[in-house]
């Protein structure tokens, strides 16, 4: 079975630009997870969806983080403008249902100059 | 609001060793809890889930346990191996469905 995907694995780039991350998730799950994890710390759940529904963003930075779940299978989280405090490994999970156990993919690892 | 806590950061033991480590929260109204292994700019490796009505799940050498009553979980590793060093986490969901992390224990196992 493949597990999640995740594209690029690195990204450099300076404040203001604007990037895209892209998911793929194990296939039938319908649950899907964007997590933030800055160094040293535990992943923050930015946004969850179940099939192509917001079910949870409370933490998503909605003035410059956005999200889709395209059809309900892959996601892409976009960040438009970038900040510095924005560098981090940004992780998607997904899961069969709501409250199952979650796979991760390898994560993003964002660089902000 | 749910807060998740590991101690000790981190950790560094010789080969062999039997350890534990460790994973309070702060509400016990817990859905089910994950450990999770970390390894240096890799994502998180599902290691034990716990559901809220069990006590213990074990796999291998390692064994998580959780009391609900008192917010704690541990994390028991058997015969401690080089190939165990990574960053250790665990993830608590809530009944509505929000999920709280740890900020890690770091192992490192000696050779």
């Known amino acids: 079975e493949a597990g999640v995907a995740q594209s690029p694995r690195y990204k450099i780039i300076e404040k203001r630009q604007s990037v895209a991350f892209w998911c793929n998730p194990i296939?039938?799950?319908?649950?899907l997870y964007w997590y933030q994890q800055i160094l040293g710390q535990g992943p923050k759940l930015l946004i969850q969806?179940?099939?192509?529904?917001?079910?949870?963003d409370s933490q998503l930075p909605k003035d410059r983080f956005s999200a889709e779940r395209l059809k309900g299978v892959d996601s892409t989280l976009k960040i438009q403008p970038a900040k510095l405090e924005d560098s981090a490994v940004y992780l998607c999970?997904?899961?069969?249902?709501?409250?199952?156990?979650?796979?991760f993919g390898p994560g993003t690892r964002l660089t902000v100059l | 609001k749910q807060e998740v806590t590991q101690i000790p950061a981190a950790l560094s033991v010789p080969e062999g060793e039997n350890l534990v480590l460790n994973c309070s929260f702060t509400?016990?109204?817990?859905?089910?809890l994950q450990w999770f292994r970390q390894d240096p700019g890799k994502g998180l490796t599902s290691l034990l889930l716990?559901?809220?009505?069990?006590r213990e799940q074990t796999s291998g050498r390692l064994n998580a346990s959780l009391d609900k009553s008192s917010g704690r979980s541990t994390l028991y590793i058997a015969a401690s191996q080089p190939g165990d060093s990574a960053t250790y986490l665990c993830?608590?969901?809530?009944?509505?469905?929000?999920?709280?992390f740890g900020s890690g224990t770091k192992l490192n196992v000696k050779p």
């Open positions: 993830a608590v969901r809530d009944n509505f469905n929000k999920f709280y």
């Open positions: 999970a997904s899961s069969l249902y709501g409250e199952g156990e979650q796979f």
């Open positions: 716990i559901q809220s009505s069990q």
């Open positions: 296939s039938g799950h319908a649950t």
């Open positions: 969806f179940q099939n192509n529904g917001v079910v949870d």
């Open positions: 509400d016990s109204a817990i859905y089910n």
